[in-house]
């Protein structure tokens, strides 16, 4: 592919275009130049950075300074739409190949725009003549859909185009079927400057060990449903939006409709603006949907998938991952939804009640694509277990009730290093429970006037009791649902038995002097 001066300098204009979109276009023109006419190049860009933007001025461009027709992939009908109407808006003509588009008058047409199944079937049954199409772009090109169609374009430049050079699928990596990956901005470099707004992440620990991998290698919608429609995680999820999404425009991500509607429904108890969408929504339904979303400030939308990909709704101040995912993608695919700038929003907030931080570290973490890319085997090997990533948890009070604690410096106390060292002393695992309700007794006696406020403190502990008993009964390897359970409620008794007999005596120890009568 040549290149003249004239298209150089119409390059470096641009059409409403970053320097850093400008950058990009000059690099793929530039591999693609310096390559065979069947080269496969991939490109990286966060979501935010205007990828459609940036593929739709190399295709006005191509069309201006070559004779071959451009065909553009996407693998979502409203992707379809939404390119065909930024083709439009750069002055590209195009022709939007869906299952009722008449092909009679494909010949007046130098660009397509097609969804991968649609476009399979229409080849297949020879009714769409490639033979002159010299460039094919593939948004979302870590979804596996589109290499089917790799045969059908054996002399065409394909360009990928991605925000997380991952395929969706472990056994068909993207280095398979790409020969180069141009990595471009950072997403910390597009929050520097003002293109993203910055993810500012609450995490809440949840157990996971009872959810199940499927065939695709992330966890089945049925055992998510299990737990996240259990009283104690809608609890959580509660908690955790009136502590840091209370007021503020919220999407929640599940993974299964029936954990979304039990989502709607505790909301909606609760009192708050709240709405339901999934994919058995009609496009009328939706369209409705989503038009209160944008209008009602404080508004809830819980969603099933559907708002992953080709939505675009920069009021978004809060994202809520109501799930555990084993994708990368989807992960940064979920966030990615609350990082459009809009007037004075500079910030967004994420809770994750998933472990996905834990799992893939901070939203905008500087990965090494390239190396992801090459070896993404050596990467999803990295990526720690659920076991392993809770072994590591430790409990941390929210705000709310760490203000209830103030006097004690420490609240945290370590079952497993206890434990430990029980062990090595020779002692029976069970005094680390009773260190551990000395403990708690502390700090509650700490804060407290007298025995009543102590007891009353105490009852405020559940979450962090649970914690406790789940940490030790893994170090001692017998967790059956009714010893747990068990355990759970023994402790409870035992911690305000402890109180009552040992408050005026832990109190004295502390400030030095008897509780008043």
């Known amino acids: 592919m040549s290149i003249s001066r004239t298209e150089q300098e119409e390059r470096n204009t641009g ?14 023109f530039k591999a693609f130049e310096e390559s065979p006419d069947d080269y496969h190049l991939l490109y990286q860009l966060p979501t935010g950075g205007g990828k459609t933007v940036i593929f739709s001025e190399i295709v006005r461009q191509y069309l201006k300074h070559h004779k071959k027709k451009v065909l553009v992939m996407t693998h979502r009908i409203e992707l379809c739409k939404q390119t065909s109407n930024m083709l439009t808006e750069f002055d590209v003509v195009n022709k939007v190949i869906d299952s009722k588009a008449d092909l009679s008058d494909q010949a007046n047409y130098s660009c397509f725009v097609a969804m991968v199944e649609t476009l399979n079937n229409r080849l297949n049954d020879d009714k769409l003549d490639i033979s002159d199409i010299g460039l094919v772009i593939i948004d979302e090109a870590h979804y596996n859909s589109f290499t089917k ?3 059908f374009f054996s002399q065409s430049f394909i360009l990928g185009v991605t925000a997380t050079p991952l395929s969706s699928s472990i056994d068909l990596p993207m280095t398979d079927n790409y020969d180069e990956l141009i990595v471009g901005e950072s997403i910390e470099s597009l929050i520097d400057n003002g293109f993203l707004a910055r993810a500012e992440m609450f995490t809440y620990n949840v157990g996971l060990t009872s959810l199940v991998v499927g065939a695709n290698g992330d966890y089945t919608v049925k055992s998510s449903e299990d737990l996240y429609t259990a009283d104690d995680m809608l609890s959580k999820l509660i908690q955790a939006y009136e502590e840091r999404s209370k007021g503020k425009k919220t999407l929640i991500f599940n993974n299964g409709i029936n954990t979304s509607l039990h989502v709607y429904d505790t909301f909606r108890r609760a009192g708050y603006p709240v709405a339901h969408l999934d994919n058995t929504n009609t496009k009328k339904e939706r369209a409705m949907i989503l038009k209160w979303f944008k209008k009602t400030p404080d508004a809830i939308l819980t969603s099933v998938s559907i708002l992953t990909t080709g939505f675009d709704e920069p009021t978004v101040e809060s994202i809520i991952l109501n799930r555990a995912t084993k994708s990368l993608t989807l ?11 809009l007037k004075d929003k500079k910030t967004f907030s994420v809770i994750d009640l998933g472990n996905n931080f834990h799992r893939f570290g901070p939203w905008g973490d500087n990965l090494d694509w390239q190396r992801i890319f090459k070896s993404p085997n050596y990467y999803l090997d990295s990526i720690l277990g659920d076991e ?11 705000d709310e ?34 260190r551990s309700i000395e403990q708690h007794g502390k700090i509650c006696v700490e804060n407290s006037e007298d025995v009543y406020d102590a007891l009353a403190l105490a009852k405020m502990l559940g979450d962090d009791i649970d914690f406790r008993i789940q940490r030790y009964t893994k170090c001692i390897s017998k967790s059956t649902y009714n010893f747990v359970e068990w355990l759970k409620d023994d402790y409870r008794k035992k911690l305000n038995a402890y109180l009552r007999a040992n408050f005026d005596e832990v109190f004295e120890s502390i400030h030095g002097y008897p509780p008043e009568d």
Do not use: C, H
């Open 401 to 434: 009730l760490r203000a209830e604690f103030s006097k004690s410096r420490d609240v945290y106390f370590d079952i497993q290093k206890t434990y430990v060292d029980s062990i090595r002393n020779g002692e029976s695992s069970k005094v680390v429970l009773e």
């Open 331 to 341: 992960y940064y695919q979920m966030i990615g939804r609350g990082s459009r700038i």
């Open 15 to 28: 059409k409403d275009l970053y320097s850093y979109q400008k950058g990009a276009i000059d690099k793929i």
């Open 149 to 151: 169609l790799f045969k």
């Open 388 to 398: 392993e990533l809770e072994s590591n948890f430790r409990y941390e009070m929210p």
